[in-house]
């Protein structure tokens, strides 16, 4: 059988643009190139700005990732001047990292993923009165009635006859590879519509903090600018915190017996996809949720793993890692910037030039981060990888209850379907330490801490540093070089860059192409399999390459060659 060339332009229900090459052999792929379509310079226009300044300006990298650049550039520039942030500033921050996750696995896993799996045409052959006795056995969440089901499907049934499906109207309907049994199909869209209403819930709850969302207002150097006084009806006050819990603790009530429940019912019918996607099984993440003022206390830890193998996990006990700071380069070997060797941030350059599109050449905007030269997958994998190694209790006992029910193992979470269940288990663990982190901040406040900012001026001097982050889809790093109260430097290593990265100097391929490889694919002329394992990564284009190239026009087309 001959070889085929599909080029899936643009991938859509990610963020920002992204191409995908993949070369079919035998109904596998063989080959793939994943190119970033979109270049944004703000690394350039940070140069000359005040450095407690950027945190603001780097949330515009993406539309959808704006609070974890936010809390990365703060953290850069604390770290550069060795700044201490009192608790009350950490637990803020930490409800904010936690309930921007919720939102955003909630809708990764309905509204960008989940059409790979589920077939929306198929629902309208389900009995609801069946669909409501599965979703009954799996959990004891009130929306799960018969008459919901109905209703859902009695709308459903008008877009198709109508011949409108509206959000819905590019799936691969009768596809193939979709084999989910009509009654888990209609269970699925109807909570992919109600999960619009939950990830709102975990937006407010971040506006409530941060005083809007997108692009929250309320970070300073040295905490946050949420000024607290339980009798203030200006300030975080009682009235507020309880508003955080109501939100809080619905979207936690929704991730819990609703969107966990029901990524274990459809990752349980395509097990064979545990099977499919590793790729890159070395795995970075980093520690998060800070608990101390000094930075060396972590609600969950980080750590690099190698082939796979946790029981070799190096741990990353804290963000002040020297390993881990001096070992990051960047190589643009085959992305559209002027060559030059491999760059450490601190020394990163920014300079694009454009060419035409080469598999053997330069064919992205997204650079290639390496680890000690090598690449690695970021996200909730490893995240979820480097817990359960390190001996989290509560990781381990999610993964292994998970793991029963589904009747996998942790070496099976190499994988497409693993990378989802990961995101899943790390919905659960946001939703609960968002509780956690209101009560630590209520009891803290209660004892009569109410110091929210260590205030800073920003001194005379040359300074770099370095602000990590675990973000929803991985590893983010900010890394800020300044002097004399400027920035002189200034360069993102996004979760997306290390997952995206096209090949370095040696031809290794980045996590998406590698994972690619093998993937099975039916049908040519509707690649579902391999926008499956792409999406599997919640791709962000937009935070990877940091302004679209005005010359250029976007395609809309599968082409075969």
């Known amino acids: 059988?001959?070889?085929?060339?599909?080029?899936?332009?643009?991938?859509?229900?990610?963020?920002?643009?992204?191409?995908?090459?993949?070369?079919?052999?035998?109904?596998?792929?063989?080959?793939?190139?994943?190119?970033?379509?979109?270049?944004?310079?703000?690394?350039?226009?940070?140069?000359?700005?005040?450095?407690?300044?950027?945190?603001?300006?780097?949330?515009?990298?993406?539309?959808?990732?704006?609070?974890?650049?936010?809390?990365?550039?703060?953290?850069?520039?604390?770290?550069?001047?060795?700044?201490?942030?009192?608790?009350?500033?950490?637990?803020?921050?930490?409800?904010?990292?936690?309930?921007?996750?919720?939102?955003?696995?909630?809708?990764?896993?309905?509204?960008?993923?989940?059409?790979?799996?589920?077939?929306?045409?198929?629902?309208?052959?389900?009995?609801?009165?069946?669909?409501?006795?599965?979703?009954?056995?799996?959990?004891?969440?009130?929306?799960?009635?018969?008459?919901?089901?109905?209703?859902?499907?009695?709308?459903?049934?008008?877009?198709?006859?109508?011949?409108?499906?509206?959000?819905?109207?590019?799936?691969?309907?009768?596809?193939?590879?979709?084999?989910?049994?009509?009654?888990?199909?209609?269970?699925?869209?109807?909570?992919?519509?109600?999960?619009?209403?939950?990830?709102?819930?975990?937006?407010?709850?971040?506006?409530?903090?941060?005083?809007?969302?997108?692009?929250?207002?309320?970070?300073?150097?040295?905490?946050?600018?949420?000024?607290?006084?339980?009798?203030?009806?200006?300030?975080?006050?009682?009235?507020?915190?309880?508003?955080?819990?109501?939100?809080?603790?619905?979207?936690?009530?929704?991730?819990?017996?609703?969107?966990?429940?029901?990524?274990?019912?459809?990752?349980?019918?395509?097990?064979?996809?545990?099977?499919?996607?590793?790729?890159?099984?070395?795995?970075?993440?980093?520690?998060?949720?800070?608990?101390?003022?000094?930075?060396?206390?972590?609600?969950?830890?980080?750590?690099?793993?190698?082939n796979g193998d946790l029981q070799s996990m190096r741990p990353v006990k804290d963000h002040r890692d020297e390993y881990l700071i001096s070992h990051i380069q960047e190589s643009v070997a085959h992305a559209w910037y002027q060559s030059s060797a491999p760059l450490h941030p601190w020394k990163g350059e920014t300079k694009p030039e454009y060419s035409e599109f080469k598999a053997d050449g330069k064919y992205t905007w997204c650079k290639a981060p390496r680890l000690d030269g090598k690449p690695v997958q970021v996200g909730p994998s490893a995240q979820i990888l480097a817990n359960y190694a390190a001996g989290n209790e509560r990781v381990r006992k999610i993964v292994d209850d998970t793991n029963v029910k589904l009747g996998v193992g942790i070496k099976d979470y190499h994988s497409t379907m693993g990378r989802m269940v990961c995101r899943g288990i790390r919905a659960c663990l946001m939703a609960d330490l968002s509780l956690e982190y209101l009560d630590k901040l209520t009891h803290n406040i209660g004892s009569g801490d109410k110091t929210y900012a260590n205030w800073t001026e920003i001194p005379n001097g040359e300074f770099q540093g370095v602000g990590f982050h675990e973000a929803p889809r991985g590893t983010l790093s900010h890394w800020i070089v300044f002097q004399d109260k400027k920035i002189e430097n200034y360069q993102a290593v996004v979760p997306t860059t290390w997952n995206a990265s096209p090949r370095d100097e040696q031809g290794v391929p980045g996590p998406y192409e590698a994972s690619l490889k093998g993937n099975p694919v039916a049908d040519a002329e509707k690649p579902l399999e391999v926008l499956r394992t792409v999406h599997s990564f919640d791709p962000c284009i937009a935070c990877a390459v940091h302004a679209i190239d005005l010359t250029g026009k976007d395609k809309t087309k599968i082409t075969t060659a």
Request: proline share 4%; glycine share 8%; with cysteine.
């Open 1 to 306: 059988m001959a070889t085929r060339t599909i080029t899936l332009d643009p991938v859509t229900r990610i963020e920002g643009h992204l191409r995908v090459d993949v070369e079919v052999n035998e109904g596998k792929v063989s080959n793939a190139w994943s190119s970033a379509q979109m270049w944004r310079g703000i690394e350039v226009i940070l140069k000359g700005r005040a450095p407690q300044d950027a945190w603001s300006f780097v949330q515009r990298f993406c539309g959808v990732c704006t609070t974890v650049h936010a809390i990365s550039s703060i953290r850069a520039v604390e770290h550069a001047l060795k700044v201490e942030v009192p608790l009350n500033a950490h637990y803020i921050r930490n409800i904010m990292i936690a309930q921007h996750s919720v939102q955003d696995h909630i809708v990764h896993f309905y509204h960008l993923s989940a059409l790979d799996w589920v077939d929306i045409v198929s629902a309208l052959k389900a009995d609801p009165r069946k669909t409501a006795e599965i979703a009954q056995s799996l959990s004891d969440w009130p929306g799960n009635s018969v008459t919901e089901f109905k209703a859902v499907q009695a709308r459903l049934k008008a877009f198709v006859e109508g011949g409108k499906l509206g959000i819905f109207s590019s799936g691969y309907w009768g596809h193939p590879a979709m084999v989910l049994p009509p009654e888990i199909n209609l269970l699925a869209v109807t909570h992919y519509l109600k999960a619009f209403d939950y990830q709102r819930k975990a937006a407010q709850a971040v506006a409530v903090l941060g005083g809007k969302n997108p692009h929250i207002q309320n970070l300073v150097v040295g905490g946050v600018a949420t000024a607290i006084n339980l009798d203030n009806l200006a300030t975080l006050n009682m009235e507020r915190l309880a508003l955080l819990r109501t939100l809080m603790a619905e979207s936690r009530d929704f991730v819990r017996q609703v969107y966990f429940p029901d990524l274990v019912a459809i990752a349980g019918a395509y097990k064979d996809w545990f099977g499919h996607g590793a790729g890159v099984t070395n795995y970075l993440a980093v520690p998060e949720f800070p608990e101390d003022t000094k930075g060396a206390a972590f609600g969950l830890t980080g750590g690099i793993i190698a």
